[in-house]
């Protein structure tokens, strides 16, 4: 893909979450496939029309004519690139399952602006889950392939019973190039003025809800923030509605264009709601979200900060360890996984050296020099020292995205200022859910819930 990267099947789905994340590459490019059955004119009449796609997909693949599949992936850069992922899972698959046996149901999600869904998939040697995302001409945009669990949750479920609220579409404007598409989640209550919050995402192209497999980690907290009586805006990223059609050229993006003006934006728009209370706006930022998060706030006036695990240590520095990580989980590191490591080292040095410029001809995949030496420049901790904003920063203790080398960096950083509190939660991963032993990227695609005790601790420092 680059003379810098490698992948391997252990490495992809982080790999190229936070390496192609800036340049429109999906959060998870995992990989995935889909098939078809015959259908009757009734069937094609009433069958969702994401059904009738996923199984035309899949049924290419089913009859192997996959050439008949080109029309799913566009021809820019970024669908050369998730056309050749999806072609690299399916001969995958092929050797390992051999090949389709039945195509059993498919299940459809909206997810944000775009729609995805799910299909069982039958062979000789057992079952799995297809997961597909498209984009809004229908594309293909992400594909995974999952382990089959009988009686599993394919998509979101709430772990409780919703509370009572309604849902308020909205589409915040930036600057007049920009629409992002969001929900504005209003409990009902007996309050004139609500308090408010938005929550910012993390790094990766990713929906209004932060969906990852069958798991929204936004709509988790936004469902357990209206039951506490707090309104919540969740938008899709701009990297996810402009994924492959950005606006704005590869040499204007940082984290200010991908992150701090969106979220600068819809912090300005809720306070001109009249349902809600514009002294009582909050801000809960998520990885990439929490590392602005000090910076939104130094931009526009917000109440109180929550920074869901905040990176203090750059981008450059966090890939190599990252990486390193997921080689390290079955206990060998491949020399395949060694060279992406050292590749990744090679590149951090390179960034970190005073001659790194906006000339500079070292970048990874699909980005450029400028968004680097914003990460290499960016001072999180030195902002928020200015702030006398209310700031909580919490930390899962099984993190290997944002580790507990930069919460306690955050710790040591803020220990003179009043405002600001961290608490670290035992058993948490990166998307607060629990778990035992060492967390890993396929785990966080089983269902699972944010932590109600993250939920709680959020509601309790809002009030």
Known sequence: MNKFLLFNKKGIVILEKILLMKIKLNLFIVLLSFGVFSLTAQEETEMHPYKKLTKKFIGAIKRNEPNKNSSFFDSTFYGKIIEASVDRELENFKKTYGPIATIEKTEVDTQGCKMATCTAIKTLKGKTLWRILFDQAQRIERFSIDTFVDKQAWFYKHETPLPKYTRKDVLLEPNPFIKLPGYLYLPITNVKKQAAIVLVHGSGPSDRHESIGPNKVFMDIAMGLVEKGFAVLCYDKRTYVYTANNP?????????????EDAVAAINYLKKQPELDSTKINLAGHSLGALCSSTIAKKVRVNKVVMLAAP?????????????????????????????ITQLNWFKDKVMNDKYSLKSKEVLPGTKPKYWLTDKNFKAIETAKSLATPMLLLQGSRDYNVTLTDYNLWLEGMKDKSNFKGKLFDGLDHFYFMGNGLATPDAATRPNHVSANVIAEMASFLK
């Open 248 to 260: 704005f050229p590869l040499d204007s993006m940082d984290y200010y264009q991908e992150t701090i």
């Open 312 to 340: 203090a240590r750059r981008l450059v520095e966090l890939l190599p360890e990252q990486i390193s990580y997921i080689a390290k989980i079955d206990g060998k590191v491949s020399e395949a996984e060694q060279t992406q």
